[in-house]
């Protein structure tokens, strides 16, 4: 054999036994691969239920704030309703007081015009009072 098929025989056995310490060196890769798997693959799923139960329990600490405020403002509504119908109540009998004093003043002053007609007849006719 020349010494250059030496060479390339020897070149061709290098790059296989390269090529078979890449095949071992990517079968071992590949077995850490699939090990490594099932870990990451857990622990996205712990990270993914660990958001998920975060925002199941703000949703139900809001529909249950949103409850109570909306029973708070039921609670209000009515309280305020209650108040509007006794200040409609005093107001109504403040104008009730009002026309009251009113009538009471026109029923005075009748009678004081009532007194004088009187005491003008009187006078006409000459009694004494």
């Known amino acids: 054999m020349s010494q250059e098929t030496k060479d390339v025989a020897e070149l061709v056995k290098a790059h ?17 691969l699939h090990a490594a798997v099932p870990h990451a693959s857990e622990s996205l799923v712990a990270s993914v239920n660990r958001d998920v ?4 329990t703000n949703q139900h600490i809001l529909e249950t704030e949103t409850k109570e405020l ?7 509504q009515k309280q305020s309703q209650q108040w ?45 009072r």
């Open 16 to 32: 296989s036994k390269r090529r078979e310490a890449r095949k071992v060196e990517n079968e071992r890769a590949m077995k850490r």
């Open 53 to 56: 139960l975060e925002l199941f």
């Open 70 to 76: 909306q029973a708070q403002t039921d609670k209000f």
């Open 84 to 128: 509007l119908a006794m200040f409609e109540t005093f107001n109504k009998s403040l104008k009730e007081l009002g026309d009251l004093s009113n009538w009471a003043n026109m029923i005075e002053s009748d009678a004081r015009e009532a007194v004088r007609a009187l005491d003008t007849i009187c006078k006409a006719q000459g009694v004494k």
